[in-house]
């Protein structure tokens, strides 16, 4: 018989003592599990608080919040508008090219800086291939949640190709500080052009045989297909972006849609998800739209540097960034959807506030809209499809 | 729908609840009533000439003059036109409406925005802090915020 004096009162006389910490109380056969913080199947370091009746998810609260490192309060004590781009670096430390291009293009739209086209060329091509660096993980990673382990491997192995490149350019391989507002820390190296057509040819015989390992894999497609369907309509009310969006079908791609960079000037094509295995926005459709989208980024990067221009990559680099009074949100494409920098200038060398809009964020809220009624093990694999890295939800 | 067009529509339907607005600005900007925003938005979004349906970003602003302020991006996939809607509250009264019902992406936008300024999100379905710590003191974004020297009993090394 339970003492009731060694137990809290409340225990023992108030019935709806077991509450979820969004306040909503368990039924008679429901119980709470955790998954995370240290979970390998979360992407770092992200808490599930799941809701459970048997197997059957119920209800999903995602607890963020443990890689926060004030990249917002930062940027504010920051002397100079150049020295935030380290820290937007470490935001999505998987695409560093995309955020430093995102924040870099921000500043310059305030001040209305021009860059030479030698630097928009550049920039593409070290963002396309960051944004296959980037899926090629996403990928591995989420063969890995579903059990084949080798896919994993193999995109490690062209990944790093990938990093040599960008060593060879500016001497990192994960956080680069590559592009600076109004040009480049470094021009290419020689040979470079040659070796990132090497690499284009080395890569494309290596996404057929990611289709053949894991793509049309049977039991890849049957842990995948019809499961995680996130509609269009709430795609769009919760504001996904990305391969999340695309993959349920929405044809929409900040590069065609709100064109930056000199994206208009090459031949390639949105890629969007269209139930070849099962439902429109199932998980595999938003993981196939990835595979289709580094075929796609090939195709640009072999463009841009057949039409590379010459020119100095920093003559348009300012001495002095100060901005006039005035705001400004620009929305870039990361390999993870829309990345927006909103900048508010107050006319003094730093920046008065700066907010990223980070796509991680944004699609990582949607998971309990969608995953609600699904099994456990279906949760895993539509946490690997929305692709979050946590150092970007909680910057 | 050019941005005069969008601001006559508002201002034809709420009348004193569009306040200012610079629409020559490179980004032009409505200022509407906090207490509002639901209604504001409701007709954003659902009436077929405007049709905001996508909230691109949310953001909480210090103006370090005793107001609070938000910053809507709105975004419509259907007409391709956009708008940045503001809203202010001071910092004695922070409370403005939230729209979490209207674009659920508003939802953990605004839990961050009370979260990192303190401005209270009326008829939000879970405001809670997102990502500091729920025992937190203070609200680290705004520009009166200073670090303090002891959390929870552990010294703060900076």
Known sequence: MIDSKVLPTDYVTQPGRFRTSTGKTLKTDEMIINMGPQHPSTHGVLRLEIVVDGEIVVDVIPHIGYLHRCFEKHAEYMTNYQQVIPYADRMDYLASMNNDWAYALAVERLMKIEVPPRVEYIRVIMAELNRIASHLIAVGTFGIDMGAFTPFLWCFRDRERILDLFEMTC????????????????????????????????????????????????????????????????????????????????????????????????????????????????????????????????????????????????????????????????????????????????????????????????????????????????????????????????? | MSPQEIQDSLKTKFGDAVLESKLDAPQPWIKIAPNKAKSIGFFLRDEPSLQFDFMSCLS??????????????????????????????????????SVSEVWGTANWHEREVFDMFGIYFDEHPDLRRILCPDDYPGFPLRKDFKVPEFYNGMKVPY
């Open chain 1, 171 to 395: 001497g990192a391989r994960l956080l680069y500080n590559y592009i600076w507002v109004g040009g480049l820390s470094h021009d290419l190296p020689a040979k470079f052009v040659e070796k990132a057509k090497d690499f284009c040819q080395y890569f494309k015989p290596n996404i057929v045989e990611l289709n053949s390992l894991l793509t049309y894999n049977e039991i890849f497609i049957k842990r995948t297909a019809n499961v995680g369907v996130l509609p269009k309509d709430v795609a769009v009310n919760y504001a996904c972006s990305g391969p999340m969006l695309r993959g349920s079908g929405i044809s929409w791609d900040l590069r065609r849609a709100d064109p930056y960079g000199v994206y208009d000037k090459f031949d390639w094509e949105v890629q969007i998800g269209e139930g070849e295995m099962g439902q429109v926005g199932d998980v595999w459709d938003r993981y196939i739209v990835k595979v289709r989208e580094m075929e796609q980024s090939v195709k640009i990067i072999e463009q841009a540097l057949a039409a590379i221009p010459e020119g100095n990559v920093q003559s348009a680099i300012p001495k002095r960034i100060r901005p006039e009074h005035g705001e400004i949100y620009v929305r870039t494409e990361s390999p993870r959807g829309e990345l927006g920098f909103y900048i508010i200038s107050d006319g003094s060398t730093s920046p008065y506030r700066v907010k990223a809009r980070s796509p991680a964020f944004v699609n990582l809220s949607v998971l309990p809209e969608i995953a609600q009624g699904c099994m456990i093990a279906d949760l895993v694999a539509i946490v690997g499809s929305t692709d979050i890295v946590l150092g970007e939800v909680d910057r």
């Open chain 2, 60 to 97: 909480g602003v210090d103006y370090n003059d005793g107001n609070l302020g938000i910053v809507y991006h709105l975004y419509s996939m259907a007409h391709k036109h956009k708008i940045v809607l503001k809203a202010s509250c001071t910092k004695d009264n922070p409370n403005i409406q």
